[in-house]
T-cell receptor, first 112, second 115 residues
Framework: GNSVTQMEGPVTLSEEAFLTINCTYTATGYPSLFWYVQYPGEGLQLLLKATKADDKGSNKGFEATYRKETTSFHLEKGSVQVSDSAVYFCALIDNYGQNFVFGPGTRLSVLP | EAQVTQNPRYLITVTGKKLTVTCSQNMNHEYMSWYRQDPGLGLRQIYYSMNVEVTDKGDVPEGYKVSRKEKRNFPLILESPSPNQTSLYFC??????????????FGPGTRLTVT
């Protein structure tokens, strides 16, 4: 079946540091890929998405590129802020637009 | 305001006592889904529904039931809850049904404890 693997956290960075959270996937066909963010005590919010190979999703300074050759969708941000502290989930949906699969999540803490 | 609502937000119950968690969305979305979130496992899909009267199993459906009699509502039913169903539950909905991929809107979550 389809699966998503993320780097284990927690990740702790100082403000203005560069962020990378690795995500790789296993799926048949051509899934669409997402990053969701969960702030403390809240539900998940879509951060960015990419629907085909070489697409780059971006939002709020975060970016991720759909790499089919390496089955990866790594999340990056050039300069993190304290307000970016949250749990980040990589996810995919299959060809048929039905079954969502999430990774285990990576907790990010940004220190002032 | 576009939103997904869940009730209750917190629930403590005992083994075997039937319970229902309600989910409602006001965006006229076709797709609705239930997830459970457990530490180290991320979100796992329990059931999903592509439209009224159309439901299907996700990755972890055992011990749960759902129904979709109206487009806006998608209740999650635990007929005989057990302690291993203690978890944080999220309902989600979305509108587009095909590619390009669509955004899911999540409810605030229901924290369930079964003793």
């Amino acid at each position: 079946g389809n699966s998503v693997t993320q780097m284990e956290g927690p990740v702790t960075l100082s403000e203005e540091a560069f962020l990378t959270i690795n995500c790789t996937y296993t799926a048949t066909g051509y899934p669409s890929l997402f990053w969701y963010v969960q702030y403390p005590g809240e539900g998940l919010q879509l951060l960015l998405k990419a629907t085909k190979a070489d697409d780059k999703g971006s939002n709020k300074g975060f970016e991720a590129t759909y790499r089919k050759e390496t089955t990866s969708f790594h999340l990056e941000k050039g300069s993190v802020q304290v307000s970016d502290s949250a749990v980040y989930f990589c996810a995919l949906i299959d060809n048929y637009g039905q079954n969502f699969v999430f990774g285990p999540g990576t907790r990010l803490s940004v220190l002032p | 305001e576009a939103q997904v609502t869940q009730n209750p937000r917190y629930l403590i119950t005992v083994t075997g006592k039937k319970l229902t968690v309600t989910c409602s969305q006001n965006m006229n979305h076709e797709y609705m889904s239930w997830y459970r979130q457990d530490p180290g496992l991320g979100l796992r899909q329990i059931y999903y529904s592509m439209n009224v009267e159309v439901t299907d199993k996700g990755d972890v459906p055992e011990g749960y039931k759902v129904s979709r009699k109206e487009k806006r509502n998608f209740p999650l039913i635990l007929e005989s809850p057990s302690p291993n169903q203690t978890s944080l539950y999220f309902c989600a909905s979305s509108s587009d049904r095909g590619r390009p991929a669509y955004e899911q809107y999540f409810g605030p979550g229901t924290r369930l404890t079964v003793t």
